[in-house]
Structure formats: structure tokens, C-alpha cells
């Protein structure tokens, strides 16, 4: 069973660019969550998708965003990119929706974000 | 707001010493508990959980932790490290009413052969 996959593995940018990042979760999860690994600073939570819906999202300014797609894929989007924003990007699938959902998180490998 | 403090920032051991790494909380409501582990160049995987029942918890590598709700903890164990459990590990915490997972700030273990 194919895990979760991000693209790309490795993304530069310049300061007021955009980047895009991309999630395919495990077959049959229909929960997404985008999570921001800055060095020292531990994950902090971004984003969580679910059938199609934004749920719930972290303490992160409006021009991180995303959406999800019918098949339950995802995309991060960063809009005027800053320095600070240099850090590796995470998603993680989970099964179970609302109620259900149990917070058990199958993680890809991230993507990895250098702004210049 | 939910939080997660994990106690140790790096942990150094010698094989066959006993670990502990502390992980509390501050959340009132009904949450579930993990730890996750992520082995040098490899991702994120999940060690063990607790959602209900025993407050005693066994995972993979002979690994186990304790939920204390009185105190909002959740302390990872193992009796004897390995050099191959050389990791770093995350405590989380999952608020079932928001939906969203809080992570702590992480524990790097380092174990010398």
C-alpha cells in the first residue's frame, strides 16, 4: 500500500514568490493535514482538510492556504513568500471524518521550502 | 489554547539504560494521545497511542507509555535502549472536538553504542 506522497521534495524560492506544494494521501484517508517544520520550532499546525472542507487551520497569516480535491489530494499554498517561511513542510493522512476521526497520522517525507 | 510540553530537548544514553521522556498537556476536554517517532533520514511514523481503556500503553520496539490524566501526561518508556532507537520523539495530542493535532517541540534521543 502506496503511503502518502508530497511533491516536490526539495522547492527555492525568492522573497515575494509563490509555492505550491502537493499532497496525495493513502488510498481510502479522506482527512489531510499540512503541518510547518521550522528549525527549533517543533510542527505547528497549518491546515486540516476533510472531505473537500477546510475544518480548521493554525495561527498562520491568510496567504497560506490550500484546497482539496475530489480524490481527497491536497495542495499548500504560499502566497508572497517570506524568509521565515524556510522550513519543511509536512502532510499527513488520517482516516475518520468529524466524530470519527481519531487523530492518528500517517506522515509523508515533506517537502522542503529554501526562500531566498 | 491546547499546548504539549515535552520536558528534555536532547536526551543522551548509553545502550541499555532505561529512557523516559515526559510529555504533558494542557487541554481539559476528551483528547487522544500519541507518540511519534522519526528515525534519522526517514518520516514521521507513529511509535504508539491511547485513545481509552488501559492507561497503559505498549507500542512497537518494546516502548510504552503511561496516561496520568490527574496530572495531563503522557510519558514515553522503555526498560533498555538500543543504539538503533536513536530518534527523535514527539508527543501529541489530539482534540477530538477541534479536530486538530498539537504537537510538542520534540525530544532528540541519542544513544552511544
Known amino acids: 500500500e502506496a503511503g502518502v506522497t508530497q511533491s516536490p521534495t526539495h522547492l527555492i524560492k525568492t522573497r515575494g514568490q509563490q509555492a505550491t506544494l502537493r499532497c496525495s494521501p493513502i488510498?481510502?484517508?479522506?482527512?489531510v493535514y499540512w503541518y510547518q517544520q521550522a528549525l527549533g520550532l517543533g510542527l505547528q499546525f497549518l491546515l486540516w482538510y476533510d472531505e473537500g472542507e477546510e475544518r480548521n487551520r493554525g495561527n498562520f497569516p491568510p496567504r497560506f492556504s490550500g484546497r482539496q480535491f475530489p480524490n481527497y489530494s491536497s495542495e499548500l499554498n504560499v502566497n508572497a513568500l517570506e524568509l521565515e517561511d524556510s522550513a519543511l513542510y509536512l502532510c499527513?493522512?488520517?482516516?475518520?471524518?468529524?466524530?470519527?476521526?481519531?487523530?492518528?497520522?500517517?506522515f509523508g517525507e515533506g517537502s522542503r521550502l529554501t526562500v531566498l | 489554547a491546547q499546548s504539549v510540553s515535552q520536558h528534555n530537548h536532547h536526551v543522551i544514553l548509553s545502550e541499555a539504560a532505561s529512557l523516559e521522556l515526559g510529555c504533558n498537556y494542557s487541554?481539559?476536554?476528551?483528547?487522544?494521545l500519541f507518540w511519534y517517532v522519526q528515525y534519522p533520514g526517514q518520516h514521521l511514523q507513529l511509535l504508539l497511542k491511547?485513545?481509552?481503556?488501559?492507561?497503559l500503553v505498549k507500542g512497537i520496539k518494546g516502548f510504552e507509555a503511561e496516561f496520568i490524566k490527574s496530572k495531563f501526561s503522557f510519558n514515553l518508556r522503555k526498560p533498555s535502549v538500543q543504539w538503533s532507537d536513536t530518534a527523535e520523539y514527539f508527543c501529541?495530542?489530539?482534540?477530538?472536538?477541534?479536530?486538530?493535532?498539537?504537537f510538542g517541540d520534540g525530544t532528540t534521543l541519542t544513544v552511544k553504542p
Open positions: 491511547y485513545f481509552s481503556g488501559d492507561p
Open positions: 501529541a495530542v489530539f482534540n477530538t472536538n477541534a479536530g486538530k493535532s498539537t
Open positions: 499527513a493522512s488520517s482516516s475518520g471524518t468529524g466524530q470519527g476521526a481519531s487523530g492518528e497520522l500517517f
Open positions: 488510498s481510502g484517508h479522506t482527512s
Open positions: 487541554y481539559g476536554g476528551t483528547v487522544n
